[in-house]
């Protein structure tokens, strides 16, 4: 199996942290995959330094959108790949092998696996190790498993295409949550390949709107596994952050 991955970043005015994404991309030693750079009409150099990188993109957009969900799906639409993988402006493959390594950890079969998913490090803005994330991710994923929240980061949480919906524009900081949940329900074959595959920069849009996010998260929790379910389990949420308190 050598799947091509359609790796999809998603800009706006992102200059200042776009060129580590760009080195991690071009450093692939796997080079089965096409790169999207999917901009919202950036005024600042962000572009100028994608086309100037050592990459041959299948695709430079730059114009205005109605947020990063909506720009997703501009990358979805684009997308050739068989599997969706989406590194934003300052997220990286965590080494040069990433990919390569990926695809070897696909076992053997007629197919290929549904979802494909790992761990991932968080880094700061002198991309500096800061810690692993703090929920790790789960030997056996399952679509309820999010009901412990978001056990794998959508960085490091590569779908299938032709499983892929498109995110849903009624969220807006956490369509990432919806969108692996209802993958995960229509897949079957989900594998962890056993090691760190991002370095994710702590910057994100729903870490600045955090408040609003866990909301967010919340309503679409309640949709999945209903009010019930979703209630009782940040009961435990908090108790558990207590007790590590």
Excluded at 171 to 182: M, P
Excluded at 183 to 198: A, C, L, P
Aim: hydrophobic residues 40%; contains cysteine; charged residues 25%.
């Amino acid at each position: 199996m050598k799947p091509k991955f359609s790796i999809i970043t998603i800009t706006y005015n992102a200059a200042s942290v776009i060129e580590p994404t760009l080195a991690s991309v071009a450093a692939q030693s796997y080079r089965n995959f096409e790169y999207l750079l999917i901009d919202g009409g950036s005024t600042d150099d962000t572009v100028a330094k994608a086309k100037a990188s050592d990459i041959e993109f299948a695709h430079i957009v730059s114009e205005r959108d109605n947020g990063l969900y909506d720009a997703m799906n501009k990358g979805i639409k684009l997308a050739k790949g068989d599997y969706l993988c989406f590194l934003n402006a300052g997220d990286a493959f965590h080494s040069s092998d990433t990919l390569e390594r990926i695809v070897a950890a696909i076992p053997d079969g007629n197919s290929l696996p549904d979802i494909l998913y790992g761990e991932t490090a968080e880094v700061d803005d002198k991309r500096c190790f800061v810690r692993m994330r703090r929920l790790s991710v789960p030997e056996n994923l399952h679509w309820k498993s999010f009901k412990q929240g978001m056990l794998v980061c959508h960085q490091a949480f590569y779908a299938r295409r032709d499983l892929a919906p498109l995110y849903d524009l009624k969220y807006r900081l956490s369509a990432d949550v919806d969108w692996c949940i209802k993958i995960m329900k229509r897949s079957e074959n989900m594998v962890n390949v056993g090691f760190t595959v991002v370095d994710y920069l702590q910057n994100g849009l729903s870490l600045q709107n955090h408040r609003a996010s866990l909301i967010e998260r919340f309503k679409i929790m309640c949709r999945h596994y209903g009010v019930f379910s979703t209630v009782m389990h940040h009961i435990w949420f908090v108790l558990r952050a207590v007790i590590k308190k």
